[in-house]
């Protein structure tokens, strides 16, 4: 409902750095812009299983003034989910205009701009796990992007990061992205403080890991 107030709410919002960072992450995993009016403004949408609802709840704290409602919780195919959607604004125009072609979800060529650690971390939250601790490698499940988009954030994170990956074939039509076992560390250390944060997402990160 567009009320006056919501109205006049929406005339006080804007981005901010960090906000804008999450919001990247969020865009290269499983959060999603949608629009009601053709492409003039978009609302974010963000949903995961009950069993993250304190990530949920972190996001939330994260975009707050941008959410008329508390997380709720709902049913689907009899299993139970948590989520939240912004309100519809130009600001989120921008990033719907580079992730989405076609209504299809891309990753932009300029991500470099666009991505930092906090992103990174956001992205491992949503798509990301370890692949055992024998291996010590760290899996962010990229599916749905073509290769030559992800060969493209290999480089970013290489000259961002320092992170050495591989793409590795899942059933003849996806592609998963790996931290190389020499670059587990640093991946490590760029995630630890936002993942290591949040109880149910500790996780995915090594138990070798210190503590903070």
Known sequence: MNTRAISATKDTLYLTKRQREILVGLLLGDGHLETQNNGRTYRLKVEHAIGQKDYVDWLYNEFKEW???????????????????????GAFRFYAQQFYVAK????????????????????????????????RTYIIHTLGYER?????????????FNLETRLHRQKDTYWRLYISAQSART????????????????????NTMPKK
């Open 187 to 206: 991946f490590e250390q760029l995630v630890q403080p936002i993942v290591k944060s949040i109880p149910s997402m500790q996780g995915k990160l090594s």
């Open 148 to 160: 030559n988009e992800l060969e493209l954030v290999q480089e970013v994170l290489q000259e961002l």
């Open 67 to 89: 959410v008329h409602t508390v997380p709720h919780v709902k049913e689907k195919y009899g299993r139970r989910y948590v989520g939240f959607t912004t309100y519809s604004h």
């Open 104 to 135: 299809k979800k891309c990753i932009p060529k300029f991500i470099k701009k666009l991505l930092s650690g906090t992103g990174v971390a956001v992205w491992f939250m949503d798509d990301g796990s370890l692949k055992s601790e024998r291996h």
